[in-house]
């Protein structure tokens, strides 16, 4: 069955929309979360390689492996309405883009900053017109 991708998904704007995990070992994140919290996995081939997508009571999520020279982390992605307003604001309030933006065919963009502080977030936009994923 189809699900249909042209409604807007229900986390609002201004929330986190997912966390994405980056490891060493995908494979075994995977099993881990799969065993002690009974959680599914849906994978996505990517350009990058595979990425492991993950629904879980309260949220989403992701899995991918880690690049060259990445510590294994995890990343809070906000779901903002307009993308270039974030950044604006983002760079207006002190933060530094350690990722520019990138644009996922068919789901959204994102792009990557650090806070002031450290901690490392990301902003979300949906792709608008977004089609029926089989």
Do not use: H
């Not at 929309?17 to 980056?22: K, N, P, Y």
């Not at 906000?78 to 520019?100: F, H, N, Q, S």
Request: some cysteine; hydrophobic content about 40%; proline content about 10%.
């Amino acid at each position: 069955m189809a699900k249909d991708r042209t409604k807007k998904a229900a986390v609002p704007d201004a929330t986190m929309a997912f966390t994405e995990l980056a490891s060493s070992d995908p494979e075994a994140t995977r099993r881990f979360l799969e065993k002690i919290f009974g959680w599914s996995f849906e994978s996505v081939k990517m350009l990058g390689g595979e990425y492991v997508s993950f629904a879980a009571p309260g949220g989403r999520g992701g899995i991918r492996p880690t690049q060259p020279k990445e510590r294994p982390n995890s990343t809070n992605y906000v779901r903002v309405p307009d993308l270039d307003i974030a950044l604006t604001k983002i760079k207006t309030a002190g933060a530094e883009v350690v990722l520019p933006r990138v644009d996922v065919p068919g789901m959204g963009s994102f792009f990557w900053f650090r806070i002031p502080g450290g901690p490392i977030m990301a902003c979300w936009q949906d792709a608008p017109n977004l089609p029926q994923e089989k």
